[in-house]
């Protein structure tokens, strides 16, 4: 069966960098588009980061552009988010997501989840 179980999560500074890592398997990882989204307590979970199938196209929400990386290893099954100059606001629980097709901005665009890694920038 499909499992997406995200890594490295935890507690940082403003300003500080995390890498966040989330492990695929049940299914063939380089045939997927993947995603990263984010909850904050009390709004709803939103679009962070997006990758194509080779790595070769990426996109990102604009709260996150210029700050966030994401990439992904397929002889790893791995898929990653670099987060640096994290601030208080990229506090939130980070989820992965398996993609199912060529759109990627909406949650409706992926099938799998994975149970999340809680992220909190202290100011």
């Known amino acids: 069966q499909v499992q997406l179980v995200e890594s490295g999560g935890g507690l940082v500074q403003t300003g500080d960098s995390l890498r966040l890592s989330c492990a695929a398997s049940?299914?063939?990882?380089?045939?997927?588009?993947m995603g990263w989204f984010r909850q904050a307590p009390g709004k709803e979970r939103e679009f962070v980061a997006f990758?194509?199938?080779?790595?070769?196209?990426?996109g990102y929400a604009d709260s996150v552009k210029g700050r966030f990386t994401i990439s992904r290893d397929n002889a790893k099954n791995t898929l990653y988010l670099l987060m640096n100059s994290l601030e208080p606001e990229d506090t939130a629980v980070y989820y992965c997501?398996?993609?199912?097709?060529?759109?990627?901005?909406?949650?409706?665009?992926?099938?799998?989840w994975g149970q999340g890694t809680q992220v909190t920038v202290s100011s």
């Open positions: 049940g299914f063939t990882f380089s045939n997927s588009a």
């Open positions: 990758i194509s199938r080779s790595g070769g196209s990426t």
């Open positions: 997501a398996r993609g199912r097709g060529a759109r990627w901005r909406r949650k409706d665009d992926y099938d799998y």
